[in-house]
């Protein structure tokens, strides 16, 4: 588990998230346990009023490009609605195990990753891009 105290998210992202898991109906006990833990990511999270003050941060909407470790396979997903998700298209559900890591990480920060794939231990945020303005570390 990540240490929750690294997370931020604005009010309205965590409102938003907040809705989305409020109003889901998981259709097994892994998509509940992942919804749980993006409850359990935002009841955690650091919550800022002003949006544009963390426009760094990965957030439902966010394009983001990471660099998964040991390996070093580079990879950019934007994070949706998990009724939006299209792995064909980079669109991955904010349930994903992956975009639970991210979620509310600011570019440059490393977080330990409890992916299917058992040989990625930490994902690296290398760039953020939300609503056309990209940030990079």
Request: aromatic share 2%.
């Given at each position: 588990m990540f240490d929750?105290?690294?997370?931020?998210?604005?009010?309205?992202?965590?409102?938003?998230?907040?809705?989305?898991?409020?109003?889901?109906s998981?259709?097994?006990?892994?998509?509940?346990?992942?919804?749980?833990?993006?409850?359990?990511?935002v009841y955690g999270a650091r919550v800022i009023a002003d949006r544009a003050a963390i426009v760094d941060t990965v957030a439902l909407g966010t394009t983001v490009t990471y660099e998964e470790l040991p390996a070093g396979n580079r990879r950019t997903v934007t994070l949706v609605h998990p009724a939006g998700a299209d792995p064909s298209r980079a669109r991955v559900s904010v349930f994903a195990p992956a975009a639970r890591s991210l979620l509310g990480r600011r570019a440059g920060a490393r977080v330990p990753a409890q992916l299917p794939d058992r040989s990625i231990r930490e994902l690296s945020i290398v760039a953020i891009a939300r609503d056309g303005a990209g940030h990079a570390r």
């Open positions: 929750m105290h690294e997370v931020t998210l604005s009010s309205r992202d965590a409102a938003a998230l907040a809705a989305l898991v409020a109003d889901w998981a259709r097994d006990d892994s998509e509940q346990a992942a919804a749980d833990h993006v409850a359990d990511t």
